[in-house]
């Protein structure tokens, strides 16, 4: 199987793995299958790949689509042998209803939004959402609700998919990652009245479901780790100040150097993903104040700067400390020394994300309590040899 999958207009394919129900929407999400559990891909239809609809089952049996339409839908007026003959048809050619027709109806879709951007997602990263994923899904399934997952294209505005689903009612609810400390995505789904729920913290939105990690809990952490370790001079490196997760480490980093009388601030900022860190480095060799540590939001800045370090000299975990306030990837784990960062239970955040979209949901709300779900979930410290020196 290939290891991307491009979808077209005419078919919508499945990604499965047998049993989370995870669909995916987009332009195309790089896949690491298992032998046993790779995704598969589910088709309705004939052989020759020709959807079958209602009208197809009618013709093919000579009878009108209302006497098909009552007898897949176990209509009292409808004859036993006059169903059976549907029912058997309806297996043989492998009719698919028309989910669109029926959503009209009803008002809904059974299906909830998941977007993505694939700008900023690495291949690290989307091993940890694939896991959240499939938590999420085992939580829907009790609600005969499907997760999708949509996927924005390379440089397309975040707030261009979520007026996409919104528009051609592809979801029930949506949940957004990566919030902004002022989000118009939220306040277009306020405005739309669209339940959703946000992995993160922002202003905008107004009273919704959330749930975020305990940032400031780590970057305490970690200034109590290096300072055991002797160090005074911290620095930090953030991606992104506009969003939300890099503005509450920031604030927690200025507030823990404060609480402990600490003079000493640089706080600099470089592009989300290894090369960012990469260059960062020499700004941070040049400061007039060479720190002997520095913590970074994300792991991959960390990962690349610590390739900048060794090469100029200044080795991790031996000459400066470089430790990561994000969650742990296997490259952490893997870099030389490995990189000291944090670990959360992926499995019950994706259940718990689930739950909190449920929560904004009017028709499952009462089940949560009939309060939108916000917590913050606990990061526990994987302690490892980049920063576990003493000064």
Request: charge should be negative; proline fraction near 5%.
């Amino acid at each position: 199987m290939s290891s991307q999958i491009v979808f077209g207009r005419a078919v919508q394919i499945l990604v499965s793995d047998g049993s989370s129900g995870v669909s995916m929407r987009g332009e195309g999400w790089p896949l690491a299958g298992a032998s046993s559990g790779e995704p598969r891909l589910v088709v309705s239809g004939r052989k020759d790949g020709t959807i079958v609809g209602i009208k197809e089952l009618a013709d093919y049996l000579n009878v009108s689509i209302g006497t098909v339409s009552r007898a897949l839908n176990n209509h009292p007026l409808v004859n036993a042998e006059t169903r059976r003959r549907v029912l058997e048809a309806a297996d043989e050619l492998g009719y698919a209803p028309d989910q669109s027709g029926r959503s009209l109806r009803k008002g809904t879709v059974n299906s909830i939004a998941l977007v993505l951007s694939t700008d900023r997602t690495s291949s690290q990263e989307a091993m940890i959402f694939m896991e959240i994923s499939r938590s999420m899904q085992s939580v829907f399934r009790r609600f005969e609700l499907d997760l999708m997952i949509h996927l924005n294209e390379p440089g397309q505005e975040l707030n261009d998919r979520v007026r996409r689903v919104v528009e051609r009612r592809q979801a029930d609810a949506i949940v957004l990652v990566e919030t902004r400390e002022n989000d118009p995505r939220l306040d277009y789904l306020t405005k739309r009245k669209i339940p959703f729920a946000t992995w993160g913290q922002s202003r905008s939105g107004g009273l919704h479901p959330w749930l975020d990690l305990d940032f400031e809990g780590a970057m305490t952490t970690v200034i109590d780790r290096l300072m055991d370790f002797g160090h005074r001079r911290i620095a930090m490196v953030s991606n992104d100040p506009g969003l939300m997760f890099d503005r509450l480490l920031q604030a927690a980093y200025q507030r823990e150097l404060d609480t402990r009388g600490l003079p000493f601030r640089l706080v600099l900022e470089t592009d989300p993903d290894e090369k960012g860190g990469y260059k960062v480095v020499e700004r941070l060799l040049a400061a007039p104040e060479r720190p002997t540590a520095v913590v970074f939001s994300d792991s991959r800045p960390a990962a690349g700067a610590c390739l900048g370090f060794s090469e100029a000299g200044v080795f991790p975990g031996r000459d400066i400390a470089i430790a990561s306030c994000s969650v742990d990837t296997p490259m952490a784990a893997y870099l030389s020394p490995g990189l000291t960062c944090f670990s959360v239970d992926l499995k019950r955040l994706g259940e718990r994300l689930a739950e909190a979209v449920l929560s904004g949901m009017p028709r499952f709300a009462q089940e949560f309590g009939g309060k939108p779900i916000q917590e913050i979930f606990p990061l526990h410290l994987i302690a490892r040899d980049s920063d576990a020196f003493q000064l």
